[in-house]
């Protein structure tokens, strides 16, 4: 009985077919819209969580804080100290690294070719903490770090701008006054969020950078990586004793540095990009709402139009609830096409937007199942009332009916 049912509402669909494409229009934009949304949000999300990874794995930053431009300060910031590296190395527990860094970007030559990169000073445990591999050459040896040799290596964008696929290792390069030999390339870690490439890098040891580059001892970051399973607010409230005490802040005073948990931001930009994701895709989902309202006024005109065919089906024995399932089959039937080809579009823009903007493409079975499933929820509830009208005309009157 269904089955014939639903052959019934294909045919009528066929024999109206520019009518039938008009009604899917509406469900077609409505589902294709929530569809790529979603789609390109999910994307936007996890495209914010690999460029958090790419920063580190559980990674806190320390920071000397800056006094507040136009406003009073009872604290004097102060630079990080080797004393306070020293203070969380020996401090600090359930950690996998802890590494300091001194930054500045800095002019790179190398024969007639050259470019401003970030200039880093640090150690090797940098690139535990900062999860960054070492793809070609070695790290620091132990004597190269004590004695501040000239030693570097060098990101993806400096390695292919002046040395193409070639091996750089052991050849030279001239880091503002200094000539650096090179060691090392790093892994690429491409283009950040925020439109930095991250590969214009090259690390050196920090005891020369501190006296050949910057000219003093200041660090200007530490970084620690915390244990897998280990609370990171936990490490965080550790970090600030740790150096309140090596910083010698009596109890009344301010904290002159600053902690960042990465996990935190993570969670917080996550966070923010789904409930954008959320509200966009409720917008579109306004645009379902109005495609359900043009199946009713389809409906409606089809059992207008179909009044006399109702009255011969009452005459000859069909109940009532026959032409309602008939009506309600054909508007769930006109929404569900309407449903499918929305979602075959929706991913096809989803998927076009991710690779313009660079962002993976995480379509959800789960979103596609809800889609279906709410487009032939619209087609039975909006047309519900057509069917119901057609199903209370009185025979004769339909009988009667030109």
Avoid at 123 to 145: H, K
Avoid at 211 to 221: K, L, W, Y
Avoid at 329 to 340: D, H, N, R
Avoid at 353 to 372: E, G, Q, R
Wanted: with cysteine; proline share 2%; net charge neutral.
């Amino acid at each position: 009985m269904l089955w014939e049912t639903v052959k019934l509402a294909l045919r009528s669909v066929r024999r109206n077919a520019l009518r039938s494409f008009l009604t899917l229009l509406g469900i077609v934009i409505g589902v294709a819209a929530v569809i790529a949304m979603i789609t390109i949000g999910s994307g936007t999300t996890e495209k914010v969580k690999q460029d958090i990874t790419k920063l580190g794995s559980n990674l806190l930053t320390v920071q000397a804080l800056r006094p507040m431009r136009g406003g009073d300060t009872n604290f004097t910031p102060r630079p990080l100290s080797d004393e306070d590296l020293r203070g969380l190395v020996d401090g600090l527990q359930n950690v996998d690294a802890v590494s300091a860094a001194a930054q500045r970007t800095v002019r790179i030559v190398y024969g007639a070719d050259n470019l401003s990169a970030q200039v880093t000073g640090t150690d090797n445990d940098f690139f535990i903490a900062r999860n960054w591999e070492i793809v070609s050459g070695r790290e620091f040896t132990e004597s190269e770090l004590r004695g501040g040799a000239n030693v570097c290596i060098i990101g993806q964008t400096i390695r292919s701008q002046f040395f193409g696929e070639g091996d750089p290792a052991e050849d030279s390069i001239r880091v503002g006054r200094l000539s650096c030999r090179v060691i090392g390339v790093l892994e690429s870690k491409g283009t950040s969020g925020f439109g930095q490439d991250q590969d214009a890098v090259l690390m050196m040891p920090l005891t020369t950078f501190q006296r050949r580059i910057a000219g003093n001892r200041n660090i200007s970051q530490i970084y620690i990586a915390v244990k897998d399973g280990i609370s990171t607010s936990e490490t965080v409230a550790n970090v600030k004793d740790i150096l309140r005490d090596t910083r010698r802040l009596s109890p009344d005073q301010e904290d002159n540095f600053d902690v960042r948990d990465m996990t935190q931001i993570a969670d917080a930009m996550t966070s923010t990009t789904q409930v954008m994701t959320g509200m966009l895709g409720a917008l579109a989902g306004v645009s379902l709402l109005v495609g359900g309202i043009g199946i009713m006024n389809i409906m409606l005109v089809s059992v207008t139009e179909r009044t006399r065919e109702i009255g011969i089906r009452l005459a000859i024995g069909a109940h009532e609830r026959h032409i309602l399932v008939q009506f309600l089959v054909e508007a769930t039937v006109l929404s569900l096409l309407g449903g499918l080809i929305g979602i075959v579009i929706g991913l096809g823009l989803a998927a076009a937007a991710s690779m313009s903007l660079s962002i993976p493409f995480v379509p959800s079975m789960t979103v596609i199942a809800i889609a279906v499933g709410f487009s032939a929820l619209i087609g039975m509830v909006f047309g519900f009332f057509p069917a119901l009208r057609g199903a209370r005309l009185d025979p004769i009157d339909a009988l009667r009916h030109e």
